[in-house]
């Protein structure tokens, strides 16, 4: 069947017709693209089509589509047993082996999501400090929890305001939201309300209003005010971890927090995510301490597997090189086109990360990245998609470059490029 077929018949049993809104095109306006396989570096449509991918599940696929050590190993587990609802060596051996790669991890708690590890690392925050309000940043994505689905209220020292309905005011009033970037604003409500605030949650580096990178300072200058306060610093590496190298982007850098969320990478593709930090803020959580956390499928064996040998690869095969070379190059040359044809665009590009935001300069913080013409976007990403080239289908997710992406695959990208500019 077609992808049109296939939606039309979505639409009918599951809202909007897919299971994870930004599947629909609805940024971009279009009809969603239905995907039957993948493999390396390439998607299959269920059109016939072969895209070149640069949405890579949006962050898991650091190694490509069916890298065959992990699905292999993803397959060795499940002929094991798909899952047990207990305790398994393969859960321990992945917690060491996280703890090893990321020097803030005394201890470990796996879980199934990016979502379920932010609620439990905030729940922990709440526990260890006996405190209840958060501090968040705008444009900052960080699953879909009632406390993280609040924006911006009518002042930076007052609650945030709820951004999806089924949130509930007071949720949000619990919440400040602080622009990216803007360490001054976070001192202004931690000098406020520094008493109150358990916690601190960052995007490293943000990656959900297109990829804006800190300002120096910026992460270092969090470390210290939530310590001065005695509130806790949560990384959200949801993304970022196991992104730029074998660890985590603070480990990279220097901070040291408190708590990290991790997920997608980790997981190699199968539904798995983490937090971990501090012993003694971990042994807040049952069965040691009162914040109670409970799943069935927690450290889910096939899900451990997949994770672990990608991690293993990670370490020994080291990618980041080559693949921060191909995205460096994909993101100077698509500069370059925009440039030369007059284009109003800016790409940003960091490491394996890139963003084409259709605006005159990069943008440093959420209000500005709303700036962005959208409606150039949507025609770019429709032009590439014709083209045989896959982009997130919203101008506020970046792209990911993969270990399976060769320079063939970003000369096509370009070339690609370089016939949308002439339109």
């Not at 520094?194 to 990829?211: R, S």
């Not at 293993?312 to 995205?327: F, T, V």
């Not at 025609?379 to 997130?392: C, D, E, Q, T, V």
């Amino acid at each position: 069947m077609t992808s049109q077929e296939l939606f039309t018949r979505a639409q009918r049993v599951i809202p909007g017709g897919v299971n994870s809104p930004v599947r629909a095109f609805k940024s971009v306006e279009g009809t969603p693209v239905f995907m039957v396989k993948g493999s390396g570096a390439l998607l299959t449509t269920a059109d016939g089509r072969e895209l070149i991918d640069f949405c890579g599940s949006w962050g898991p696929l650091i190694l490509g589509h069916a890298r065959r050590e992990v699905v292999e190993a993803a397959c060795a587990a499940a002929a094991d047993g798909m899952t047990f609802g207990a305790a398994t060596p393969r859960e321990v051996e992945f917690a060491e082996l996280l703890c090893e790669l990321v020097p803030s991890f005394n201890m470990v708690r796996l879980v199934s999501s990016g979502t379920e590890a932010v609620m439990t690392a905030l729940r922990i925050a709440r526990g260890a400090t006996g405190r209840r309000r958060l501090v968040k940043f705008a444009g900052c994505y960080h699953g879909h929890t009632d406390s993280m689905l609040v924006s911006a209220g009518s002042g930076l020292l007052t609650g945030g305001a709820t951004s999806s309905a089924g949130v509930s005011e007071g949720v949000a009033s619990e919440v400040f939201v602080a622009p990216y970037n803007d360490l001054a604003a976070v001192e202004r409500i931690m000098g406020a309300h520094g008493g109150e605030i358990a916690a601190v949650i960052v995007e490293p580096v943000a990656a959900n209003m297109g990829l804006v990178p800190p300002i120096p300072g910026f992460l270092e200058g969090l470390r210290a005010v939530t310590k001065k306060h005695g509130a806790l610093l949560i990384l959200d590496e949801v993304i970022t971890g196991f992104r730029f190298g074998p660890t985590t982007y603070g480990a990279l850098n220097g901070i040291v927090p408190d708590l990290t969320t991790l997920g997608k990478i980790i997981g190699g593709g199968m539904p798995l995510a983490a937090v971990g930090g501090r012993k003694d803020v971990m042994k807040c959580l049952a069965p040691l301490g009162p914040v109670y956390q409970a799943g069935t499928l927690s450290g889910n064996p096939v899900a451990v597997g997949a994770g672990m040998a990608t991690l293993r690869i990670l370490k020994e095969e080291n990618p980041y090189p080559r693949i921060a070379a191909l995205c460096g190059k994909l993101a100077a040359g698509l500069n370059r086109i925009a440039k030369d044809h007059g284009k109003s665009v800016s790409v940003v590009g960091l490491e394996s990360l890139f963003t084409p935001f259709f605006m005159a300069s990069a943008p440093a913080d959420y209000d500005s990245a709303k700036k962005c013409d959208t409606k150039a976007y949507a025609a770019f990403f429709h032009a590439m998609l014709n083209a045989g080239i896959y982009l997130p289908p919203s101008q506020f997710e970046v792209g990911f470059v993969s270990a399976a992406h060769t320079e063939e695959h970003v000369a096509s990208f370009l070339n690609a490029a370089e016939k949308w500019s002439s339109v």
